[in-house]
């Protein structure tokens, strides 16, 4: 099974910081990577496909990048709407595996 | 839009078996190939199973083969998991989700809670 591990696990960051997740593949997964954002008590949602294209809709501000091993998620200016935890998934090969993760909150 | 909606959530004791259901629209169902992903309380994310809009192809997670039945209705825009053998690892909000293309989730149910308890 591939293993993906994030960092770090949480942080705090004040409005209009850039903000970047670290997701590590513990195989080369090319770059199949995606990222998603879960809202407390709410559903996930589908930010990133492909490490770097965003899903329609998703705001500008969210970029992902990468390939193989290692990649990253960037919000560009961090807004009050994106408290949230992230998680990164690889879907090179079954298991699907996720990362534990990254609560985001705001300084 | 696209809409999941899923039920049959609910409390089961430890041995015992549930039926998930997920209620697919505003797309076409057959289509689009589909998961379920679990989250155990305040824990992350957990692929459970997939199985392919053609549903031939289907895959489990290791914590489920052999428990766990992943099905699907074209006709009824409806995908199924059949629980048995519950226990307690078993409690989470399982969610169900749809492929995209290529193995990606682009849409996501909002949930519905399994807790197994004695």
């Known amino acids: 099974d591939i293993q993906m591990t994030q960092s770090p696990s949480s942080l705090s960051a004040s409005v209009g910081d850039r903000v970047t997740i670290t997701c590590r593949a513990s195989?080369?997964?090319?770059?199949?990577l995606a990222w998603f954002q879960q809202k407390p008590g709410k559903a996930p949602k589908s930010l990133i496909h492909?490490?770097?294209i965003l899903h329609i809709g998703v705001a500008s501000r969210f970029s992902g990048s990468g390939s193989g091993t290692d990649f990253t998620l960037t919000i560009s200016s961090l807004q009050p709407e994106d408290v949230a935890t992230y998680y990164c998934?690889?879907?090179?090969?079954?298991?699907?595996?996720f990362g534990g993760g990254t609560k985001v909150e705001i300084k | 839009e696209a809409q999941l909606v899923e039920s049959g959530g609910g409390l089961v004791q430890p041995g015992g078996s549930l039926r998930l259901s997920c209620a697919a629209s505003?797309?076409?169902?057959?289509?689009?190939?589909m998961y379920w992903v679990r989250q155990a309380p305040g824990k992350g994310l957990e692929w459970v199973s997939y199985?392919?809009?053609?549903?031939?192809?289907?895959y489990y997670a290791d914590s489920v083969k052999g428990r766990f039945t992943i099905s699907r209705d074209n006709a009824k825009n409806s995908l199924s998991l059949q629980m048995n053998s519950l226990g307690v690892e078993d409690t989470a909000v399982y969610y169900c989700a749809r492929d995209g293309s290529g193995w990606v989730i682009d849409q996501w149910g909002q949930g519905t809670l399994v807790s197994v308890s004695s």
């Open positions: 195989h080369d997964i090319n770059n199949y």
């Open positions: 492909g490490a770097s």
């Open positions: 199985i392919g809009n053609d549903p031939s192809t289907i």
């Open positions: 998934q690889q879907y090179k090969s079954y298991p699907l595996t």
């Open positions: 505003g797309f076409i169902f057959s289509d689009y190939s």
